[in-house]
């Protein structure tokens, strides 16, 4: 019998793993949707955090048909956080093996702690891939972990949509929040859409007391204030060898290509290629360094703009209270009418030193920093004291034929 319009519908089914007991030397194998939600179900049905216990993803695996779970709500992230009294984490170690998870979807625009994992400490999160997801959430949102805590993750990715409806902050493509966490060889691609929350970041919307390390992100990222184009809000924490490439807009302050505000915390390495668009305390590279914090050895290729505020510039909108920034560049043209300038829109109390922004490119504005001519930007000479000595860890580069970064600096 033909059923003319029948549009079937999944449920959901928990389905234990066949093969392993969970130890490190026979994980628990997820070769299938089923198995991952049985995984789910576990921790948050049961409240069963799998501490010391070992999972291994054999399978690439089709989410697509989560789109009509829980009559539309989507993958029940694993793992949850409701109050002090209600909550629970995985807290196990799950190895993707460099397998797919595609077309993830979920869409609990009231939710907090959303994502592939909603909650995830003492845990080990290694070679995950999320593509194409499709993920609305309340806050403390990301496409691979919602909050991270006290958990490594490595060589993981997130590619897709990722939008929230402004209740609460802490949104970013990987993790929303991370704290006390290493996290290494990753990234995200896709758009960010905070829709007015605040910490939101094209990797991680919050950052805090963790060390990121060799890691990029790339698209549309837009939100409201401490928005960046990697980490919206970074504190007490190091960056090293990170990069992004996109737009990053936010409708209030502290905004920045990669960085929404750093504080306390150091940057090295590391660089932005990106369109930044703010209303005050907005830069190429970070709206805001503060509190004792350090860049060094970084630089951003784009532009800054605002109709509107105080302190734009190509690479720190405001750099204040006892930070440095040290052997950096910028070549951005900066549209501002208040606080501006081709490097930092504001200097208090701290210090810049050898450090340049393209002056043919942003003619006006402050004089902080030195200004070079696009021929002297181009020309080794001009950056006397930087590390151009091969062999040593982020090493400065240049190409002089203009082929490579059309000739200016660049980091290897």
Same mark, same amino acid.
């Given at each position: 019998?033909?059923?003319?319009?029948?549009?079937?519908?999944?449920? @959901?089914?928990?389905?234990?793993?066949?093969?392993?007991?969970?130890?490190?030397?026979?994980?628990? @194998?997820?070769?299938?949707?089923?198995?991952?939600?049985?995984?789910?179900?576990?921790?948050?049905?049961?409240?069963?955090?799998?501490?010391?216990?070992?999972?291994? @993803?054999?399978?690439?695996?089709?989410?697509?048909?989560?789109?009509?779970?829980?009559?539309?709500?989507?993958?029940?992230?694993?793992?949850?956080?409701?109050?002090?009294?209600?909550?629970?984490?995985?807290?196990?170690?799950?190895?993707?093996?460099?397998?797919?998870?595609?077309?993830?979807?979920?869409?609990?625009?009231?939710?907090?702690?959303?994502?592939? $994992?909603?909650?995830?400490?003492?845990?080990?999160?290694?070679?995950?891939?999320?593509?194409?997801?499709?993920?609305?959430?309340?806050?403390?949102?990301?496409?691979?972990?919602?909050?991270?805590?006290?958990?490594?993750?490595?060589?993981?990715?997130?590619?897709?949509?990722?939008?929230?409806?402004?209740?609460?902050?802490? /949104?970013?493509?990987?993790?929303?929040?991370?704290?006390?966490?290493? /996290?290494?060889?990753?990234?995200? /691609?896709?758009?960010?859409?905070?829709?007015?929350?605040?910490?939101?970041?094209?990797?991680?919307?919050?950052?805090? &007391?963790?060390?990121?390390?060799?890691?990029?992100?790339?698209?549309?990222?837009?939100?409201?204030?401490?928005?960046?184009?990697?980490?919206?809000?970074?504190? &007490?924490?190091?960056?090293?060898? #990170? #990069?992004?490439?996109?737009?990053?807009?936010?409708?209030?302050?502290?905004?920045?290509?990669?960085?929404?505000?750093? +504080?306390? +915390?150091?940057?090295?390495?590391? #660089?932005?290629?990106?369109?930044? &668009?703010?209303?005050?305390?907005?830069?190429?590279?970070?709206?805001?360094? +503060?509190?004792?914090?350090?860049?060094?050895? #970084?630089?951003?290729?784009?532009?800054?703009?605002? *109709?509107?505020?105080?302190? $734009?510039?190509?690479?720190?909108?405001?750099?204040?209270?006892?930070?440095?920034?040290?052997?950096?560049?910028?070549?951005?043209?900066?549209?501002?009418?208040?606080?501006?300038?081709?490097?930092?829109?504001?200097?208090?109390?701290?210090?810049?030193?050898? +450090?340049?922004? *393209?002056?043919?490119?942003?003619?006006?504005?402050?004089?902080?920093?030195?200004?070079?001519?696009?021929?002297?930007?181009? @020309?080794?000479?001009?950056?006397?004291?930087? *590390?151009?000595?091969?062999?040593?860890?982020?090493?400065? *580069?240049?190409?002089?034929?203009?082929?490579?970064?059309?000739?200016?600096?660049?980091?290897?």
């Amino acid at each position: 019998m033909l059923l003319i319009g029948f549009t079937p519908t999944f449920a @959901q089914t928990a389905v234990a793993p066949t093969v392993g007991d969970g130890t490190k030397t026979n994980p628990y @194998q997820i070769a299938s949707l089923e198995n991952l939600y049985w995984l789910a179900d576990k921790v948050n049905n049961s409240k069963e955090t799998f501490s010391g216990k070992y999972f291994k @993803q054999t399978k690439n695996i089709s989410a697509l048909e989560t789109s009509d779970w829980f009559d539309g709500n989507g993958w029940q992230p694993i793992g949850y956080f409701k109050n002090s009294d209600d909550s629970v984490s995985f807290s196990g170690t799950y190895d993707g093996a460099d397998k797919k998870i595609d077309g993830l979807y979920i869409n609990r625009p009231k939710k907090f702690y959303v994502g592939l $994992f909603g909650y995830t400490k003492n845990a080990s999160i290694a070679n995950v891939a999320v593509t194409n997801v499709s993920i609305t959430g309340g806050g403390i949102l990301g496409g691979l972990v919602g909050s991270n805590s006290e958990s490594p993750i490595t060589n993981s990715y997130v590619t897709g949509v990722i939008y929230s409806d402004g209740i609460m902050g802490m /949104i970013g493509g990987l993790v929303g929040s991370n704290s006390n966490s290493t /996290i290494m060889d990753s990234y995200m /691609i896709g758009v960010i859409n905070g829709n007015g929350a605040t910490n939101i970041g094209g990797f991680i919307g919050m950052n805090s &007391n963790s060390t990121i390390r060799n890691s990029r992100a790339a698209g549309a990222i837009s939100g409201d204030s401490f928005v960046g184009g990697f980490i919206g809000m970074n504190s &007490n924490s190091t960056i090293t060898n #990170c #990069c992004t490439n996109g737009v990053t807009h936010g409708n209030g302050l502290f905004v920045g290509g990669l960085v929404g505000m750093n +504080s306390s +915390s150091t940057i090295t390495n590391s #660089c932005a290629r990106v369109s930044v &668009n703010g209303n005050g305390s907005t830069g190429g590279f970070t709206g805001s360094n +503060s509190d004792g914090s350090t860049i060094a050895n #970084c630089y951003v290729i784009g532009s800054v703009n605002s *109709d509107n505020g105080f302190y $734009f510039g190509g690479l720190a909108g405001l750099n204040t209270d006892l930070s440095s920034i040290k052997n950096c560049y910028a070549v951005a043209k900066v549209t501002a009418t208040f606080s501006f300038g081709g490097l930092v829109g504001e200097n208090n109390n701290s210090t810049v030193s050898a +450090s340049f922004w *393209d002056k043919t490119v942003q003619g006006t504005g402050n004089k902080i920093g030195e200004g070079k001519t696009s021929i002297e930007m181009k @020309q080794k000479s001009t950056y006397t004291g930087w *590390d151009f000595v091969r062999g040593k860890d982020g090493f400065w *580069d240049i190409d002089e034929t203009k082929l490579k970064n059309n000739g200016y600096p660049y980091l290897e």
